[in-house]
């Protein structure tokens, strides 16, 4: 007997329908050339319900695969139901028809894995979406993950739009299995269909009213490397709500050949946009807010020592957990070219944590810098500072204590004045620690301020240490709950006699945060003022 040799499409149809074809795994349908189905096995019934014998591919069939069997193509590629699918020709032609075997393919193209999710998937999602976001403080990050999750999950590819308020805005692009670009916009909004509209806050227009073909060349540069110039199969753009003004707008795209979108997929989109804008505001407010931060810090002195007309000092800042870099405490130091041959040193407290005292501590430091080069007098001098406070629309209040220094010959005149601020130390080369008699009340409360200045000698190898009330309140210690307090800190100076001021800094700073044990503290600043030693010639020295 003669072994048929005849490919599929030039059997009978009665030998196509054989049960070995009928029982494939794999979905298998024939079609004439017109595009009527002439027969389908059982695993194509079951994927597509309304394709069968005597049906149409155009009406009944996805596009793809109809456009494909159009075409005369080979080959094409698609999603059905969530499934990522490819399909080949057994043929191209003949007096059968076309015979067209189907396959999973995810390589090629990944359905969005949100269309069948029921609500608790999509639940999950949203919250998995939360977690990814939140923990991207920088605006130009959270831009690119959350185009990097809607290219994943949502689309082929995606472009973030950001609300920039010049003529490019910000952008981020990425594909499905491609990384993250960023970049500007490369051209005019309204060329894109639904986003100048986006942009500006107006609600989504759905997707059916939105033509892909319309999607400009640069817009597919950006994302659709892969793709050459093909226009996308379909095409979703979405506003970024923002808290009184939009965020910017997220563009969604599927490749040619994808199903498109569903109201399903843009409720999801919608809801996918709004975690996503809430997690880019809370990135543009952190940035913000750390810009101030660093605008207010800019003016303050960092940790470390410094030289002024042989005088030597070193300043201490530890500020209180979970702030933002800049507390209550600050300090200041005039040189003595700005102060007539005086250096001022102040270190004070503002009442409160955050920007807004901040700000204030700001504003301190610039009216005593202006104040220290007309009134030498402490007294007087914080008179005219508690008046531009209290003529200050805000309730805060601050401590502080002045220190005057003049060099005079090897030994150094020293004007200390305290108000409402703990008494600085004065350590002399014999290790015996004083509090200095000074005292005063507090600046920005009360019509009138009261002061006690108190003038001393600092000779070389003696110190002067002023700190802030979080060094002798911080609670640590066996139990927790202590304060390390004035005795502990006037026993570490008097181990610290004739010592180096950033010696003297680090050894108090590390007794405290060893004190502290890891526990939450308040501010603390501290300012140590040193008259070097001497330095001893040897007999030998050429400079003698």
């Not at 220094?405 to 350590?427: C, E, F, N």
Request: glycine share 10%.
């Amino acid at each position: 007997m003669r072994r048929d040799t005849r490919t599929p499409t030039e059997q009978p149809a009665a030998l196509a329908v054989s049960a070995a074809l009928q029982s494939a795994p794999w979905p298998l349908l024939l079609a004439a050339a017109d595009g009527r189905v002439r027969w389908v096995n059982s695993a194509a019934t079951a994927l597509l319900p309304g394709v069968g014998a005597g049906t149409s591919l155009a009406r009944h069939a996805p596009s793809w695969l109809a456009d494909a069997h159009a075409r005369r193509d080979r080959e094409a590629a698609g999603a059905v139901a969530g499934r990522a699918l490819r399909a080949e020709a057994a043929a191209a032609d003949g007096a059968e028809g076309v015979l067209w075997w189907l396959r999973d393919d995810p390589e090629t193209y990944s359905a969005p894995p949100c269309a069948p999710h029921p609500g608790s998937e999509r639940a999950r999602f949203l919250a998995d979406v939360s977690d990814e976001l939140f923990t991207r403080p920088d605006p130009q990050e959270c831009r690119g993950s959350t185009a990097l999750l809607a290219a994943r999950h949502l689309a082929d590819a995606a472009v973030v739009v950001g609300a920039g308020r010049g003529a490019r805005p910000p952008v981020a692009a990425a594909r499905r299995a491609g990384g993250v670009t960023h970049g500007r916009l490369a051209g005019d909004p309204a060329d894109v269909p639904g986003l100048a509209e986006a942009l500006q806050g107006f609600p989504p227009v759905p997707a059916r009213w939105l033509d892909p073909a319309a999607v400009p060349p640069w817009l597919l540069a950006d994302a659709f490397e892969k793709w050459g110039t093909a226009a996308p199969g379909a095409l979703m753009v979405t506003p970024l709500p923002g808290r009184g003004a939009p965020l910017g707008a997220l563009v969604l795209l599927r490749r040619a050949g994808a199903e498109p979108f569903t109201e399903d997929d843009e409720a999801l989109a919608r809801l996918f946009a709004a975690r996503a804008a809430a997690a880019l505001n809370a990135a543009t407010l952190h940035a913000e807010q750390t810009a101030v931060v660093e605008l207010l810090a800019e003016d303050t002195p960092r940790p470390g020592p410094r030289r002024v007309d042989g005088v030597e000092y070193a300043v201490g800042h530890r500020p209180a957990d979970g702030e933002l870099g800049v507390g209550g405490d600050f300090v200041d130091i005039s040189t003595a070219a700005e102060a007539g041959g005086e250096t001022h040193v102040v270190l004070g407290d503002v009442c409160g944590k955050g920007l807004e005292a901040a700000a204030l501590t700001g504003r301190i430091r610039t009216t005593l810098r202006a104040l220290h080069l007309l009134e030498p007098d402490h007294q007087r001098l914080l008179r005219a500072l508690n008046a531009a406070l209290l003529g200050a629309d805000h309730s805060r209040f601050a401590t502080l204590v002045l220190a005057s220094v003049r060099r005079r010959g090897s030994a150094v005149t020293l004007r200390l004045t305290s108000a409402g601020h703990p008494p600085p130390l004065i350590v002399r080369r014999t290790g015996d620690v004083l509090a200095a008699p000074t005292h005063g009340t507090l600046i920005g409360a009360l019509p009138e301020v009261f002061t006690r200045t108190y003038e001393t000698t600092l000779r070389p190898g003696e110190s002067c240490l002023l700190y802030s009330d979080g060094v002798t309140e911080a609670k640590g210690g066996p139990l927790g709950a202590d304060r390390f307090g004035e005795e502990r800190l006037r026993a570490a100076l008097a181990e610290c006699a004739g010592h180096p001021p950033e010696a003297v800094a680090e050894r108090v700073q590390m007794l405290v945060a060893d004190w502290l044990g890891g526990r939450r503290h308040d501010d603390i600043g501290l300012v140590v003022i040193a008259v070097p030693r001497r330095r001893t010639r040897l007999a030998a020295d050429p400079a003698r």
